[in-house]
């Protein structure tokens, strides 16, 4: 049984940090690109960063690119989103997401699991 269990959320002042992770278990983790999504209420879903565990290549959207970090722990297998300088925007359910090769995946229609999420609040 594939499980992705995130954790790490919270309340954090604007400018502030947080990590997430991702714990994968039920599949090789380097056959799957696994990534962050994000849902803000009232707003689609869409892809924040995304990794591909077998040789560590790596994709931010705009929005968040030079303040937030994906990384993974092969020997954990686990991923890692640092997220720094946090500004309310940011604010949503953020959600780790496995697709279905080692391709990046940005479209939450290719994802193949899907964590429970995880809240993340930036107060302003």
């Known amino acids: 049984e594939v499980q992705l269990v995130e954790s790490g959320g919270g309340l954090v002042q604007a400018g502030g940090s947080l990590r997430l992770s991702c714990a994968a278990s039920g599949f090789t983790f380097d056959d799957r690109a696994i990534g962050w999504f994000r849902q803000a209420p009232g707003k689609e879903r869409e892809a924040v960063s995304c990794?591909?565990?077998?040789?560590?290549?790596?994709w931010h959207a705009d929005s968040v690119q030079g303040r937030f970090t994906i990384s993974s722990d092969n020997a954990k297998n686990t991923v890692y989103l640092q997220m720094n300088s946090l500004k309310s925007e940011d604010t949503a359910v953020y959600y780790c997401?496995?697709?279905?090769?080692?391709?990046?995946?940005?479209?939450?229609?290719?994802?193949?699991?899907w964590g429970q999420g995880t809240q993340v609040t930036v107060s302003s």
């Open positions: 997401a496995a697709g279905p090769n080692k391709k990046i995946v940005v479209v939450p229609e290719f994802v193949n699991y």
């Open positions: 990794i591909s565990p077998i040789d560590g290549s790596a």
